[in-house]
């Protein structure tokens, strides 16, 4: 999970500078105060969108199994349903922080407007300090997290094995 968390970070920084370029090409052409479209291959977005699957497939699996395994035996599911649960509650963070910004420098050359040649989309670099709060935040709980331990009889079963192997072989 701290892999994936690391790769946001690392994500978040190629996006600003894809953006910066990106906005960069739009002004030198006279298009970032209208909504012409930007000479650029769509593929300059792809070493970001490869990072983030990769970055999410860390996380969604790690998460997912720390659930399902954290998880009392009678909520097993419901752990799960937790993981899935988590990202819809992102989501929803994600859109009030985007509309918080959004109505904060409505005043000003505001981050994020209708039209994306004058928005400030490099402003990911924000969101990469984000991630690195998030990272630290991770690390700082792993810390701290004790484990629950496996109540199953799989336990002693490992037990009765190794006790068998001290045996000499006959």
Do not use: C
């Not at 935040?137 to 336990?155: C, D, N, P």
């Amino acid at each position: 999970m701290g892999t994936g968390l690391a790769l946001h970070i690392f994500l978040m920084l190629i996006a600003s500078l894809i953006e910066r370029y990106r906005l960069g090409v739009a002004k030198n052409h006279g298009l970032d105060g209208t909504e012409g479209q930007v000479p650029l291959s769509i593929f300059i977005l792809l070493p970001q969108y490869v990072l983030m699957g990769t970055a999410d497939a860390f996380i969604s699996v790690a998460k997912l199994e720390f659930f399902y395994d954290q998880a009392p035996e009678i909520m097993k599911s419901l752990g799960t349903s937790y993981s899935m649960t988590s990202i819809g509650v992102g989501n929803f963070l994600s859109s009030f922080l985007l509309s918080m910004i959004g109505h904060i420098t409505i005043g000003h050359r505001g981050w994020i407007l209708d039209n994306l040649n004058a928005s400030h989309l490099d402003y990911y670099a924000f969101l990469a300090i984000l991630s690195f709060l998030n990272l630290g935040f991770f690390l700082i709980m792993t810390k701290f997290y004790v484990y629950k331990a496996e109540i199953s009889g799989s336990m002693d079963v490992l037990r009765q094995e190794l006790k068998g192997s001290s045996l000499p072989s006959e």
